[in-house]
């Protein structure tokens, strides 16, 4: 009777063996709580029938290059914001007002002229009185600066301090 146990012992252990090896994956996940089962799914155009794919080929490819297109300079008549001034300043030894002017052209292809004019006007009070005014024209190649001196003669015939400011008033420009 031992021996008949045994032999259905055994044949119960092969049963779940072979009953686990065709159920596959999903059969394990049955058997053991807490397993989960995946399917696997082939690539897409795999087939049991195709040959083994070889190696991998790598495309050529060659890089086309194609010039950037140049942006175009946009002109603005008012030079104003290419015009910039600094050591605004009144000269006791020649009586005069002065200011440095330095005017930047920003195309690359195009000289041009600017009509400058500077004021110097009082500041105390500044109640919108003009000490003086200087007008150049002025011509910068493309992507040069051009410097000056505006100047102003000035007698200050009261022998009190003068309080004035300077500004770039106009800086017309044109493409030559």
């Known amino acids: 009777m031992a021996a008949r146990g045994r032999r259905l012992g055994r044949a119960a252990v092969a049963a779940g063996l072979v009953a686990a090896t065709g159920l596959g994956a999903a059969g ?36 086309t290059y194609s010039p950037s297109p140049t942006p175009e300079e946009t002109f603005d008549p008012d030079g104003r914001s ?9 000269n006791t030894s020649t009586g005069r007002l002065e200011y440095t002017v330095s005017v930047t052209n920003p195309s690359l292809t195009s000289t041009a002229s600017y009509e400058m004019a500077v004021n110097w006007m009082k500041a105390r009070p500044a109640d919108g009185t003009t000490y003086g005014l200087h007008q150049r024209s002025i011509i910068v190649r493309p992507g040069q600066t051009e410097t000056y001196t505006a100047s102003y003669s000035l007698t200050n015939t009261t022998g009190h301090q003068l309080w004035f400011t300077c500004e770039i008033r106009r800086a017309r420009k044109t493409k030559l």
Do not use: I, K, Q, V
């Open 28 to 63: 394990c996940a049955n058997m053991f709580p807490g397993a989960h089962a995946r399917r696997m799914t082939p690539p897409p155009g795999y087939s049991s029938d195709s040959p083994s794919p070889g190696p991998l080929e790598t495309p050529s490819y060659e890089p």
């Open 82 to 90: 290419d015009a910039h001034g600094n050591n605004c300043r009144y």
